[in-house]
């Protein structure tokens, strides 16, 4: 199983030059701070930010199923699904 530091450090990672553009610390972002809604990511971004996530961590999300989750698109959503899904 993979954890929550894992995965929140790899989309952090992969975010670093968007938050720098938008002048956004690290820090400044919680839990609940959705990826989507705030501007940060457009729909196909955070598409893109997915399957990379799956590539890397080697898991296939059922994109389906996951965007039925509202919470989908924050960033505590992704770890919860990563964290959960199935290793392949």
């Known amino acids: ?37 705030s501007g940060l990511l457009d729909s196909m971004s955070f598409v893109d930010l997915v399957t990379e996530m799956e590539k890397y961590f080697n898991i296939e999300i059922d994109f389906e199923e996951a965007f039925d989750e509202s919470k989908l698109t924050k960033i505590n959503g992704l770890i919860e699904i990563f964290k959960n899904a199935p290793n392949e």
């Open 1 to 37: 199983m993979i954890k929550d530091k894992e995965i929140s450090e790899y989309i952090f990672f992969k975010l670093k030059e968007k938050l720098e553009q938008f002048g956004i610390d690290k820090s400044e972002i919680k839990n609940d701070f959705d990826l989507v809604q």
